[in-house]
């Protein structure tokens, strides 16, 4: 490789991640929209830049491109996500970079969207705008991994969250469980639930700990601007009292349960009894509902991991011993070492005197 295209490719590079760095900017704001970026580039310079802050607002492309101005004729567009082909809320990305008469779009991740897959590609090329895809595409699919799964498969992409003890424990024989882990570790949570849809638990913890489960702080985010998610409570015998805090806001509230009147007139969401399975598509095709968060017990946590419906378990885990009367975070009994569940270990990070691990399962049994 020439030291002419080795510098050609970092310069592609820096500018692709210029542009991941600003979808990030939306990533608790563009439910169920996916988070992305654009930049445009001239003669080496930054002419323009944007990204999609909330669904029904110009796209990163448009509010690049109004930067750019006239100077976009000519010039490199660098965006995270294909450009869109069709009209929704807002008109086709593809045909506005056309408009502008840009020279190249760089594109790091094709859109698996029906609308789109392939077609805002072709629009650029038939108009005569060369066109790259794949650059920092890895990095890019992480922007919207429950996007491109919901596109792909037509169900979301599950995490799996957990907080246990050395021992592995999440909860004493009681059921009390404040705390244990840090507040750092509890903040972090607050990231996983702000980038989710919903965050689904089950009956038993809803009546355990009361719990609300929304979005209560992000350092640095102003709250307003953030989509809370949907909370969804599995309640197959219809427990859920009506003084549970999970109902103070009940437009945001999802219950899995035979139906009941006075929910109704709460204005909750009832969803009939079915399988994980097919709750979690229901989420996704019915309600644009892309990224699930489990937060819930062994029980219900044990089940989607048999189940193979966990794409990433988020385990915190504190320096701290529970005892064998504490409850288990995973309840499942296994005779054989050929039944375990075994996982890729991806990430570790401190917070605090807490770590956190993130895995993905494997999903071929050793």
């Known amino acids: 490789m020439s030291e002419f295209t080795q510098n050609h490719l970092s310069q592609d590079q820096y500018w692709m991640q210029q542009a991941i760095e600003l979808a990030r900017l939306g990533q608790y704001s563009t439910k169920p929209n996916p988070n992305v970026g654009c930049v445009i580039v001239k003669d080496g310079q930054l002419i323009g830049e944007g990204y999609h802050p909330k669904a029904g607002q110009p796209h990163a492309e448009v509010f690049a491109l109004r930067q750019a101005g006239e100077h976009a004729k000519g010039a490199t567009a660098y965006v995270t996500l294909e450009p869109c082909a069709h009209y929704g809320r807002t008109p086709p990305c593809a045909e506005a970079l056309v408009k502008a008469q840009v020279q190249k779009v760089v594109v790091a991740c094709s859109d698996p969207n029906p609308l789109v897959a392939g077609k805002g590609v072709q629009i ?24 491109l799964k919901a596109m792909s498969t037509g169900s979301p992409y599950v995490r799996l969250k957990i907080a246990s003890s050395l021992d592995g424990r999440t909860a004493m024989a009681s ?24 965050v689904i638990t089950g009956i038993q913890t809803v009546l355990a700990d009361d719990c609300e489960l929304n979005v209560r702080e992000l350092e640095g985010v102003d709250l307003t601007s953030v989509v809370q998610p949907k909370r969804v409570v599995l309640d197959r015998q219809g427990q859920l009292p009506l003084s549970a805090k999970i109902l103070k806001n009940p437009e945001t509230v999802m219950v899995m349960t035979p139906f009941r009147q006075e929910l109704a ?14 709750l979690l598509q229901t989420l996704t095709q019915q309600y644009q509902i892309y990224d699930v968060l489990v937060e819930a017990g062994a029980t219900l946590s044990t089940a989607f991991l048999q189940q193979g419906l966990v794409d990433e378990m988020i385990s915190y885990v504190a320096p701290t011993l529970l005892g064998q009367s504490a409850r288990a975070m995973f309840n499942a009994e296994f005779s054989t070492m050929a039944e375990q569940l075994r996982f890729d270990l991806v990430d570790v990070t401190q917070l605090g005197q807490d770590i956190r691990l993130r895995l993905l399962p494997i999903q071929e049994m050793i």
């Open 265 to 278: 007139d709460l204005g909750v969401i009832q969803l009939a009894p079915q399988p994980l399975s097919q």
């Open 124 to 147: 650029l090329q038939a108009a005569g705008i060369e066109v790259e895809t794949g650059l920092c595409v890895e990095t890019a699919k992480t922007l919207n991994l429950g996007f």
């Open 175 to 198: 059921g009390e469980s404040k705390w244990i882990t840090g507040a750092i570790a509890r903040q972090d949570v607050q990231h996983w639930r702000a980038i989710s849809g919903a």
